[in-house]
């Protein structure tokens, strides 16, 4: 038993067999008042259960010897009680003041919590009332400058406007071949078309919205004063929309 206890301190053994610093204290100096036998046999079982390598034989000998006594069977039933409730008692006193200490600690950090909030609610109404002045002003003052723009972009767009008028768009496509071509012309609005074998100047009044294939783009174009030459020996597809004319790669299916 000796060499248990110098290899094992007390608060080791109890982490592991969670038996009371008290009773292992007595066990140790064999002082087995107030402890009945029946418990005494049980801490014994305990011990050898937790720690199969040592011999407690020594110890269960003094148990049986103590017991053969019948002064110490009548006295073991008080003692070792009242010392484990007074330790029962600490420990329970223990708990309930860290408790308190927490609750305290949380009910502190809560209320702190709750004038920062409102302390940072105060400084942003602060701040909101200042913006919301200073950006009336700036709207106002925003609302002044754009109607003067207004103003004169209304004067510029009249300008323009009366500019349009005198010069009209020239919407009439000239086909000038540089040799025999056919070509196809599809009228986007009206979903009609045409077709042309041709050496020959071919023109076409009012042209809008339309899409021409060409079999060779070895053609001169003139459309809204503008010339416009494909140049090349493969189909050309050209597109005539917003009075421009540009060649695409997109089919007819694709205007429609």
Do not use: C
């Not at 008290?22 to 418990?39: A, Q, R, S």
């Amino acid at each position: 038993m000796d060499k248990f206890f110098v290899e094992y301190n007390i608060h080791e053994i109890e982490n592991k067999t969670h038996i009371s610093p008290v009773v292992l204290n007595k066990l140790k100096e064999f002082d087995f008042d107030g402890i009945t036998k029946v418990k005494l046999y049980g801490f014994v079982k305990i011990l050898e259960d937790e720690y199969p390598e040592y011999d407690f034989s020594d110890l269960k000998n003094e148990v049986d010897l103590y017991f053969s006594d019948e002064n110490n069977i009548k006295d073991s039933n008080t003692t070792i009680d009242n010392e484990l409730d007074e330790e029962n008692n600490f420990k329970m006193y223990a708990i309930v003041v860290v408790l308190i200490i927490m609750i305290s600690a949380l009910i502190y950090f809560i209320q702190k919590d709750k004038e920062i909030k409102t302390s940072e609610i105060k400084n942003v109404s602060v701040v909101k009332d200042k913006n919301l002045s200073e950006n009336t002003s700036k709207v106002i003052d925003n609302n002044k400058t754009t109607q003067i723009k207004n103003n004169n972009s209304k004067l510029v767009l009249d300008k323009n406007i009366s500019k349009d008028n005198k010069s009209e768009i020239n919407r009439t496509l000239l086909i000038k071949p540089l040799q025999k071509v056919w070509f196809k012309l599809y009228n986007l609005d009206k979903n009609t078309s045409k077709e042309y074998l041709t050496n020959k100047v071919i023109e076409i009044n009012n042209t809008t919205r339309s899409f021409i294939k060409f079999g060779h783009g070895q053609v001169k174009l003139v459309y809204n004063n503008k010339e416009f030459f494909p140049n090349s020996k493969k189909i050309v597809r050209v597109i005539i929309e917003n009075n421009e004319i540009n060649i695409t790669k997109k089919r007819l299916k694709e205007f429609k």
